[in-house]
C-alpha cells in the first residue's frame, strides 16, 4: 500500500496478536522491553507483508504503549521513524500509531522530552496525505508552545507552513479555527498584508450556521483589528454590524448597545460616498438605536442636511466620546478625534453647497468656523474626490457651486421648462373652460 493501490489481506494475524499482546506486557513488568519489542516486531513483518491493517495498527500501538510505560521517550521516537518508514508499511496502520503517539503529548515528563516527540511526528508525517490532519494539530501545538515562549515571530511561521484550507479530510469547522490562529499570530507580529491574504480563505457563509457563531465573532474580531491599523473605518462599521446581527449579542443588552454604538462611531468617522451615506440611514433607522439616545442623537445630526457647529459638538458629545475607547486619550484616539471634526467640516461643506449656489469666501469661513487656508483646503479635498463641484474666485473672493452646463443641456433644460409651462397653460384652460360650462348650466337651470 505504499504506492498507494489497495491490497487484498492475505491472512488474518487477529489470533497471533491476541495472544501476543498480554505476553509482551508481561515481560515489560519482568524488566524485559527489548524482548518484547523484537516479538512484536517478527508479528508486525508477517501482518504488514499479509496487508492486515488491522493487526498491524495494533502491533504499532503496542510498540509505542511499551516504550512509554517504559518512559523510555528516546527509544519511542526512534520506534515510530523506524516503523513509518517500514517497506510497504500500511497507511492505516501508521495513523494509528502517529494517533497513539499523539496523546502522548499532555503526559511527556518535561518539555525537552515533549518538543523531541512533536518533532518527531512533524518529521514522519510531512507530505504524508493520509495523516495531514495529525501534522496541522502537532504544528498546531509546537506553535502555542513558541508563542508561550514569546517567540510570537517563530510561532507564526510554523504555523503559516500549513495551507489547511487544502486538506480535505480535516472538519470545516477545525479548518476555520486553525486559519483564524494564523490571522491571530500574524496580527501578534504585526503582518497585517498577510492577514488580509489569509482572511480571504474563510468563506463567510460558514458563519450563517448558528454553532459556528463562536467563529464566527473571532473572525470579526480580527478583522476590526486589522481594519483599524489600516484605518478603513467603513469596513470597521460592517464588521460591527455583522457582529450585531449575530443571535448571542442580540440576546445581551449590554453588548449589542456596546456593538451598535462603535458601529454608528465608525460609520460617522468614515469618509463620505454612496455607499457610507447608504449605510449611515440604514443605522440611522434601526429602532434599537432610539435606546441609545445620545449615539442617536449624533446619527442624526449626520444626516440631516443642516449645518453643524463644532464646539456644540464637542460640548454635547465630547465627554462621553471621549471616555469610549474609540477616542480615549490615546494617540490613536486624538487622531480619530481630529478625524471626527473634518467629518463635520465636510458634512458642512455638503450642506452649503445643497443651499448656495454662490457664496462669499467670507461668508464661507463665518460658516464653517474656519480660516481661510483650511477653508480652501478641505473645500479642495472635496472637490478632487468628486463630492461636490465648486469654484473660487479668489480676487472676487467669491466661492460658486453651481456646474457649468454645456449647450445641449442648457437646451434641453429650456426645452423641458417650456413643455411644464405649456402643460400648466392647456391644463389651467381646461380648467376654466370646465368652470365656464358648469356655470352656464347653472344659468339655464
Known amino acids: 500500500m505504499s504506492d498507494g493501490k489497495l491490497e487484498k489481506m492475505e491472512k488474518d494475524y487477529s489470533p497471533q496478536v491476541d495472544a501476543l499482546l498480554p505476553e509482551t506486557d508481561a515481560l515489560l513488568k519482568q524488566g524485559k522491553l527489548q524482548e518484547a519489542l523484537d516479538k512484536l516486531m517478527v508479528l508486525e513483518k508477517q501482518a504488514r507483508n499479509a496487508a492486515d491493517p488491522a493487526s498491524t495498527s495494533r502491533i504499532l500501538v503496542q510498540v509505542i504503549k511499551l516504550c512509554r510505560e517504559a518512559q523510555d521517550w528516546k527509544l ?10 517500514k517497506h510497504g508499511q500500511l497507511k492505516a496502520a501508521t495513523t494509528k500509531m502517529i494517533q497513539e503517539a499523539f496523546s502522548y503529548l499532555d503526559n511527556t515528563p518535561n518539555m525537552e522530552v515533549k518538543l523531541e516527540l512533536i518533532d518527531t511526528l512533524r518529521t514522519v508525517t510531512e507530505g504524508k496525505i493520509y495523516v495531514e490532519v495529525e501534522r496541522a494539530r502537532v504544528t498546531r501545538l509546537l506553535a502555542q508552545i513558541r508563542e508561550n515562549e514569546g517567540k510570537i515571530n517563530e510561532a507564526a511561521d510554523i504555523l503559516q507552513e500549513l495551507q489547511v484550507e487544502t486538506f480535505g479530510s480535516m472538519e470545516k469547522r477545525e479548518k476555520t479555527d486553525f486559519i483564524l490562529e494564523q490571522m491571530r499570530l500574524c496580527l501578534a507580529k504585526h503582518d497585517y498584508v498577510r492577514t488580509q491574504i489569509i482572511s480571504k480563505k474563510i468563506n463567510t457563509r460558514f458563519f450563517q450556521e448558528k454553532e459556528n457563531e463562536d467563529l464566527k465573532l473571532r473572525f470579526y474580531d480580527l478583522m476590526i483589528k486589522h481594519a483599524l491599523h489600516e484605518e478603513q473605518y467603513l469596513n470597521v462599521h460592517k464588521f460591527y454590524k455583522q457582529i450585531y446581527d449575530s443571535e448571542s449579542i ?34 440611522y433607522e434601526d429602532p434599537q438605536l432610539a435606546q441609545v439616545p445620545l449615539y442617536h442623537e449624533l446619527a442624526k445630526c449626520f444626516v440631516t442636511t443642516e449645518l453643524m457647529r463644532w464646539a456644540k459638538i464637542e460640548e454635547v458629545y465630547g465627554a462621553t466620546l471621549r471616555q469610549t475607547d474609540v ?56 472637490v478632487v474626490s468628486k463630492t461636490i463641484y465648486a469654484r473660487v474666485d479668489r480676487p472676487a473672493g467669491i466661492v460658486s457651486f453651481q456646474v457649468k452646463k454645456d449647450a445641449n443641456q442648457v437646451l434641453n433644460d429650456w426645452s423641458s421648462d417650456i413643455n411644464s409651462l405649456l402643460n400648466l397653460v392647456e391644463k389651467t384652460c381646461h380648467l376654466i373652460s370646465k368652470e365656464e360650462m358648469v356655470h352656464s348650466i347653472a344659468k339655464v337651470m
Open 76 to 85: 519511542l521516537n526512534e520506534e515510530i521513524v523506524l516503523l513509518s518508514k
Open 250 to 283: 442580540k440576546q445581551d443588552e449590554s453588548k449589542w448597545k456596546e456593538v451598535l454604538q462603535n458601529a454608528v462611531l465608525f460609520i460617522v468617522l468614515s469618509p463620505y460616498d454612496n455607499e457610507q451615506s447608504d449605510l449611515l440611514h440604514r443605522t
Open 327 to 382: 477616542f480615549s486619550k490615546t494617540t490613536e484616539g486624538d487622531k480619530r478625534w481630529k478625524e471626527l471634526h473634518n467629518r463635520v467640516i465636510e458634512h458642512n461643506i455638503r450642506v452649503v453647497a445643497k443651499y448656495y449656489t454662490r457664496v462669499t469666501s467670507k461668508r464661507l469661513m463665518q460658516l464653517l468656523d474656519l480660516n481661510e487656508r483650511d477653508t480652501e483646503e478641505f473645500l479642495s479635498k472635496l
